[in-house]
């Protein structure tokens, strides 16, 4: 369901394939949700939450740096757009995600879908632009 589409692409190679993984993250967090042999999926999201997190923040890191060195304009704005969705990865409490695992799943596939579409259209390909 999640794919890395042609349409997505930035013309900057280095950042087009770390928004490839953030897809295929999202992707397996997706057939988890699926996947009707694991019913107890709370150490799946964990690990997704997890693994977001810390590959988002590279990724961040790479694309600030990369910013930096051609001096694109918008990168104040594009900083805060990162570290609000690092910010709510942050927020997921392991309670409820323990009590809710498919509310919780499905909340934060429709925020990473909404995030990378959205962050990737209108922010990121500004970049490639430059």
């Known amino acids: 369901m999640y794919e890395f589409k042609e349409e997505f692409r930035t013309g900057i190679e280095e950042i087009d394939?770390?928004?490839q993984k953030l897809f295929e993250?999202?992707?397996r967090l997706y057939q988890?949700?699926?996947n009707e042999f694991i019913p107890d999926?709370?150490?799946y999201i964990v690990d997704a939450i997890n693994e977001l997190k810390e590959y988002?923040?590279?990724h961040f890191r790479h694309e600030e740096e990369y910013m930096m060195r051609i001096r694109f304009k918008k990168l104040i704005s594009q900083k805060a757009e990162?570290?609000?969705f690092i910010e709510k990865l942050e927020q997921y409490d392991l309670d409820e995600i323990?009590?809710?695992q498919r509310k919780v799943i499905l909340d934060l596939l429709e925020f990473i879908n909404e995030w990378l579409i959205h962050h990737i259209m209108e922010s990121d390909?500004?970049?490639g632009m430059q």
């Open 98 to 100: 323990d009590e809710n």
């Open 56 to 58: 988002a923040a590279t």
């Open 82 to 84: 990162h570290d609000e």
């Open 41 to 43: 999926k709370y150490d």
């Open 25 to 27: 993250i999202a992707d």
């Open 125 to 127: 390909k500004q970049i």
């Open 17 to 19: 394939k770390e928004h």
């Open 32 to 34: 988890t949700m699926i």
